[in-house]
């Protein structure tokens, strides 16, 4: 199992070791010991589900009093997934990574507390399954327009489907940042 530090350092890939053999394959997708020491460090306290077809976008989504730290897989499809940092005390505040998370590559991305998550739908559909360390709290939900010019994500999509929650997000200029 392999853990790397992206271009924002506390963004991190978990690269699973995956046994394959005729009947299939077996990976781990979580184990606390090994995630803790490659740098992911929970505990999680919700797993979710979603289903989305191709060229959606969901996102950029985070909460502000308990910011959720999230651990993101693609179990069928592919995604390209995106982590932003919202942390105005940051010195990578409005950076963004991304990565293709699939359910060929098996790989998954932890997106840590104060930093906001989206992800578009490169595949006919992608079924993602991901853990967060807060609980959600639609009272506490923040978000980043998905097309902000001063973020400028360079989104593999020209014209996604976004929800009308997502369309009336705030650019990161306006939005009250994590402290």
């Known amino acids: 199992m392999r853990f790397t530090r992206l271009e924002l350092p506390e963004v991190i890939l978990v690269e699973p070791d995956v046994h394959r053999d005729p009947r299939g394959f077996f990976l781990e997708t979580y184990h606390l010991d090994k995630y803790r020491a490659g740098g992911v460090p929970g505990p999680f306290v919700q797993d979710n589900h ?6 959606t976008l969901r996102g950029l989504h985070a909460q502000r009093r308990r910011p959720q730290g999230k651990l993101v897989r693609a179990v069928e499809g592919e995604m390209f997934d995106v982590a932003v940092d919202i942390r105005r005390d940051s010195a ?3 950076r963004w990574v991304a990565v293709r998370l699939s359910g060929e590559n098996f790989h998954q991305l932890y997106v840590p507390p104060g930093f906001a998550h989206g992800f578009c739908v490169l595949s006919r559909v992608v079924h993602v399954e991901y853990k967060c360390t807060e609980l959600y709290d639609p009272a506490d939900e923040i978000g980043v327009a998905w097309n ?5 994500i360079g989104w593999p999509v020209r014209d996604p489907i976004v929800s009308e929650k997502d369309r ?3 650019r990161l200029q306006d939005l009250q940042a994590l402290p």
Do not use: E, K, N, Y
């Open 50 to 55: 979603s289903r989305s077809v191709q060229g």
């Open 148 to 152: 902000d010019p001063d973020v400028a």
């Open 92 to 94: 990578t505040f409005g």
């Open 168 to 170: 009336r997000l705030p």
